[in-house]
């Protein structure tokens, strides 16, 4: 093939990978390969240009499409190239694992791609120290923008520190990834967009799913589809700056922190998460967090989120507002009532739309007012504590507006739906039956047959008694 087709060629897939970004996932048409390496244990064979092998060090040197296949037991597969262009690298049946360093190391290239191979199993293996002091410090390291797609498998052991990381804008379009890492996951630094695929991660000592840059306009994770299970130390899914889920199945099964970052929106996706601390957060950093920050805020305007959490269900520095979707909260079952809540706010609380339950210690734990107008609200406070399996319904006269099951012990709760008028009054009653589907508690239906009317209360009102 010509110099002038290839240039054409990639030209074509770089703008394909480009629209990707934008439409989700796609399907990236394949270039034609510039080599194929074969990995044979201690060093690799080449059929191609533009490699250099040198026993386990490979070197790939210009851009291209690279098609690696095999098993290197101590060797890197490294990509150092300082032409404009796409290098793109097609795992098919690769294990490679390096005992000094990173096994897939871009050290120079301008974007590089790794696509897993129809069909196909691929694993990196890094080692538990490595010999060079700075970079790289992942499994898969980029000095690049770097894309993962394809429909292959990837499984990622990180036993030094990262596992996939690019030092610029990381994508995940498609394919079956697991990470076990020891620090963090997957990080983007500059930012982190994840458009699909099926992603298993595990950190033992730090975060999953990350973009740390602190430069205003970096610092982004964007969530637009796929299925996403974390289980970390630390926090499950951050943006230093910026949090947007939009589309795709979250599933936390442990973390610190679940979601956060200083400017957060969940506009869809179902999220189910699970923390030790706070589910849901929106921080600045550098702030004291009872100081009341202009510049965090949470934002819910469509989607589910489902929290099990072991201090504030959600918890902004700045403002907290509820405008759609599906929230429910189960939250903190210790601390001081008035302190962590269902729901936590520095500054302005609203409910907009949606359909929002809170149960817990406390269900409004906020610092100003709440909230007066929107969306209608009410906010039960029962004097005892109540246990795990309680059913909770909200009724209007015979009608049963919403039927809660506790999945914890609580002693407040906190609704709110277009069924909900301020200044009206509602009955509440525990005990009876629910039916339907549970979100997280809260099922689609209930029966106050055989219940006991424990409180009435006024939508809009809320006062916590301190025992």
Request: no cysteine; hydrophobic share 35%; aromatic share 4%.
């Amino acid at each position: 093939m010509s110099l002038m087709k290839r240039s054409v060629r990639r030209t074509a897939v770089v703008a394909v990978v480009v629209a990707g970004l934008v439409a989700g996932p796609l399907a990236i048409p394949a270039l034609a390969a510039t080599a194929t390496i074969t990995l044979n244990g201690s060093s690799a064979s080449v059929s191609g240009s533009n490699v250099t092998v040198a026993g386990g060090a490979i070197t790939i040197t210009a851009p291209g499409s690279y098609e690696i296949s095999g098993t290197l037991n101590n060797g890197q597969v490294k990509v150092d190239t300082a032409g404009a262009g796409t290098v793109e690298i097609v795992l098919k049946g690769a294990a490679i694992t390096n005992q000094s360093s990173s096994p897939l190391y871009v050290a120079n290239a301008q974007a590089v791609t790794v696509t897993l191979a129809a069909g196909t199993s691929n694993t990196l293996t890094d080692a538990a120290t490595y010999t060079n002091a700075d970079e790289p410090d992942a499994t898969l390291f980029s000095a690049a923008d770097l894309t993962v797609s394809g429909t292959g498998s990837l499984t990622v052991r990180a036993n030094y520190q990262d596992g996939i990381v690019s030092k610029d804008d990381l994508v995940i379009q498609s394919g079956t990834i697991t990470v076990n890492s020891v620090d963090d996951a997957i990080r983007g630094k500059d930012s982190l967009t994840i458009n699909g695929g099926s992603l298993n991660v595990t950190s033992t000592g730090g975060d999953g799913i990350k973009s740390n840059e602190t430069e205003a306009g970096k610092g982004v994770v964007n969530i637009t589809n796929g299925t996403i299970t974390v289980s970390v130390a630390d926090d499950a899914i951050k943006g230093q700056n910026t949090l947007n889920i939009s589309g795709g199945t979250i599933n936390v099964t442990r973390s610190y922190e679940a979601l956060e970052a200083m400017e957060l929106t969940i506009s869809g996706g179902r999220s189910t998460v699970v923390s030790s601390d706070d589910s849901v957060n929106a921080a600045e950093e550098g702030l004291n967090e009872f100081v009341t920050s202009t510049k965090a805020f949470i934002r819910v305007t469509g989607g589910t989120v489902v929290t099990n959490s072991g201090k504030d269900g959600f918890d902004s520095n700045g403002s907290l507002t509820l405008a759609g979707g599906t929230v429910v909260v189960n939250g903190p079952t210790s601390g001081a009532r008035g302190g962590d809540g269902a729901f936590d706010a520095s500054g302005t609380l609203s409910f907009n739309a949606g359909t929002v339950l809170g149960a817990g210690m406390t269900s409004l734990a906020v610092f100003n007012t709440v909230p007066a107008n929107g969306q209608g609200w009410v906010a039960p406070v029962f004097s005892t504590n109540r246990s795990a399996g309680t059913i909770v319904h909200i009724v209007s006269g015979t009608t049963v507006l919403a039927s809660y099951q506790a999945q914890k012990s609580f002693y407040e709760v906190v609704f709110s739906s277009n069924r909900i008028t301020n200044g009206q009054s509602y009955d509440v009653y525990t005990g009876g039956s629910v039916s339907g589907t549970s979100t997280g508690g809260l099922y689609t239906s209930g029966s106050i047959s055989g219940a006991t009317k424990a409180l009435t209360v006024t939508a809009g009102r809320y006062t916590r008694s301190r025992p």
